[in-house]
């Protein structure tokens, strides 16, 4: 069953995947453009970035994705939110995407400057809230997505509730690993999908070899709960970290930098995701999302074969029924 294209405002992906943006340097550059020249949305992580490594970020995705779609993702919980969205926008960004927290004053910001803005959400309210203040298209996550959440409810109830009170385009993101989940997704009423735990084993993406290798070696009872200095939950692998972590003998900081706006100083997040994004995982947390354990093809491939892969599988996916160009949104 082919895909339909995901049209957003004025951009059109002729494959409709977002590449989620994975903070900490997981989804850099290189990632994010390889994605964008293949035909989908690649996402940068802009969180824990300064801002010069931000900007030389996005002109790499951009020397490598051509006339392709890129964008950023940041945490609203970000203490340098703004800086890494004005400094996005110099650089010609295409996509804001922003979670962790819901910024009213992002889209004034993308409408002044003509940048697309999608707000991560988790329910049916803040979709429509979005949808008031002015959000291009809504990205809506459920719980088996991977890093901070925002609900504890399936993405299987919370898309079609999502649908239901909003006209823009709807992207459905968590827990998405295959052709077929693809489907489901747009079954459900999705004009695209938000996909990241996948492109963690490409070749692009900047995790160390030790990181991948977790993902690799995932199995079902790894993938656990944790709490987060942000005040959200969050979804990681067990590491040695973690496990400390969950019996609430992580240690505590030792000086801080203030990267986030509000922290309950539990333990230092940023260098733990450092830690296992530069190959050091027993000392680190590996966020994931809940289905990691189901990728079948865990060979580290380049990033735009994955994303093919993900285009056969969906239309191979049998399911007759479907009819994918009714989803389109009403406007």
């Not at 490594?53 to 779609?69: D, T």
């Not at 994931?288 to 093919?308: F, Q, R």
Request: charged share 25%.
């Amino acid at each position: 069953m082919k895909l339909p294209k995901l049209k957003i405002k004025n951009l059109v992906a002729e494959i409709p995947i977002i590449q989620g943006g994975m903070a900490v340097k997981i989804s850099t550059g290189a990632l994010a453009g390889a994605i964008a020249k293949a035909g989908g949305i690649g996402i940068i992580g802009a969180s824990g970035m300064d801002l010069g490594e931000l900007a030389q970020e996005i002109k790499k995705a951009r020397e490598i994705a051509g006339k392709g779609i890129i964008g950023i993702n940041i945490m609203f919980a970000a203490r340098d939110f703004l800086g890494a969205v004005y400094t996005s926008i110099k650089e010609g960004i295409d996509i804001v995407t922003t979670g962790a927290g819901f910024s009213r004053d992002i889209f004034k910001i993308g409408k002044e400057s003509k940048t697309t803005i999608l707000p991560i959400v988790s329910s049916a309210r803040l979709a429509k809230t979005a949808t008031v203040c002015g959000a291009d298209a809504i990205v809506v996550e459920g719980k088996e997505a991977g890093g901070h959440l925002g609900t504890d409810e399936s993405i299987e109830k919370i898309l079609p509730e999502v649908r239901k009170v909003t006209d823009l385009p709807v992207i459905a993101a968590g827990g998405i690993t295959d052709g077929c989940d693809i489907i489901k997704m747009f079954k459900l009423g999705a004009n695209g999908v938000q996909i990241a735990t996948r492109f963690v084993l490409t070749n692009e993406c900047n995790a160390a070899p030790e990181f991948k290798k977790m993902y690799q070696n995932a199995k079902k009872e790894d993938v656990v709960l944790i709490s987060s200095p942000v005040g959200m939950p969050g979804r990681a692998l067990k590491t040695r970290f973690v496990d400390d972590l969950l019996q609430k003998k992580a240690p505590k900081p030792i000086g801080c930098d203030y990267c986030l706006k509000s922290c309950s100083l539990e333990y230092c997040i940023i260098q733990a995701l450092i830690n296992a994004q530069q190959g050091d995982v027993h000392n680190g947390i590996v966020f994931t999302g809940e289905n990691v354990w189901k990728i079948k093809d865990k060979k580290i491939k380049p990033a735009a074969e994955v994303l093919h892969d993900l285009v056969r599988e969906a239309e191979e996916c049998p399911d007759p029924d479907i009819s994918l160009t009714s989803r389109s949104p009403k406007n």
